[in-house]
T-cell receptor, first 117, second 109 residues
Framework: GAVVSQHPSRVICKSGTSVKIECRSLDFQATTMFWYRQFPKQSLMLMATSNEGSKATYEQGVEKDKFLINHASLTLSTLTVTSAHPEDSSFYIC?????????????FGPGTRLLVL | GQNIDQPTEMTATEGAIVQINCTYQTSGFNGLFWYQQHAGEAPTFLSYNVLDGLEEKGRFSSFLSRSKGYSYLLLKELQMKDSASYLCAGMDSNYQLIWGAGTKLIIKP
C-alpha cells in the first residue's frame, strides 16, 4: 500500500515554543491531506483538511492561528503548533488521500506524539 | 446529521471468528472504510467498500449493504496480535471521513 511518513515521531518542548510537524506522501501525489489529533483512549478528531496550493479548511473549534497548516507541494503538508501549551499535548496524525481511478482511500502517517511541558 | 455506530468492545477467542458491525449515516456516500489501530499507534488501512457485497482479503473480509447503511468486518482465525481497536469510517459527499468511535477487540487465549 501507499506510504505516508511523518516527522518527528516524538517531540517534547517547553510551553510557549512552536513545533512543526511534517507529513509526506512517499509514493503518490496527494492533493488533499488531513490532520487529526487523538487523546488517549479517544476517537480520532479531524482538525483540518489541507489542500495543495490553497488555504486549509479548519473544523469548528480548531484555532487556525494556533494550528498553521501549509500544503506547499503535492507530497508535503506541515502542521505548526504555535505557542504550544500543555493542553496541546496529544497524538497528531496526518493522512493523505490517494485517488486511483474509481477507488480512493486515506493512508495514515505513523503519528507524532507531542508533549508540552 | 452524520453518524457512525459500532460496538464499544468485543471479546473473542484465539482461533475463532468475530464480526464487527457498523451502521452509518452520511451526507452522500463515497465508500466505507475499516482501519485497525493498535494502542499508541496510528490507524492502518484494512479495507474499502463502495459497492454492495463482500470483499475478502486474507483473514479479513468486509461487507457492505448500501440500502441498509450497514457494514461489517469479519476476522477469521483470530490471532493474539489482532487485539486492537477497529475503526469504521464512512466517506461523505465531500470525500471527508466520518469516524466511528472504534471497537476494542480483546482476544483471549
Amino acid at each position: 500500500g501507499a506510504v505516508v511518513s511523518q516527522h518527528p515521531s516524538r517531540v517534547i518542548c517547553k510551553s510557549g515554543t512552536s513545533v512543526k510537524i511534517e507529513c509526506r506522501s512517499l509514493d503518490f501525489q496527494a492533493t488533499t491531506m488531513f490532520w487529526y489529533r487523538q487523546f488517549p483512549k479517544q476517537s480520532l478528531m479531524l482538525m483540518a483538511t489541507s489542500n495543495e496550493g490553497s488555504k486549509a479548511t479548519y473544523e469548528q473549534g480548531v484555532e487556525k492561528d494556533k494550528f498553521l497548516i501549509n500544503h506547499a507541494s503535492l507530497t508535503l503538508s506541515t502542521l505548526t503548533v504555535t505557542s504550544a501549551h500543555p493542553e496541546d499535548s496529544s497524538f497528531y496524525i496526518c493522512s493523505a488521500r490517494d485517488v486511483m481511478g474509481a477507488r480512493e482511500t486515506q493512508y495514515f502517517g505513523p503519528g507524532t506524539r507531542l508533549l508540552v511541558l | 446529521g452524520q453518524n457512525i455506530d459500532q460496538p464499544t468492545e468485543m471479546t473473542a477467542t484465539e482461533g475463532a471468528i468475530v464480526q464487527i458491525n457498523c451502521t452509518y449515516q452520511t451526507s452522500g456516500f463515497n465508500g466505507l472504510f475499516w482501519y485497525q489501530q493498535h494502542a499508541g499507534e496510528a490507524p492502518t488501512f484494512l479495507s474499502y467498500n463502495v459497492l454492495d457485497g463482500l470483499e475478502e482479503k486474507g483473514r479479513f473480509s468486509s461487507f457492505l449493504s448500501r440500502s441498509k447503511g450497514y457494514s461489517y468486518l469479519l476476522l477469521k482465525e483470530l490471532q493474539m496480535k489482532d487485539s486492537a481497536s477497529y475503526l469504521c469510517a464512512g466517506m461523505d459527499s465531500n470525500y471527508q471521513l466520518i469516524w466511528g468511535a472504534g471497537t476494542k477487540l480483546i482476544i483471549k487465549p
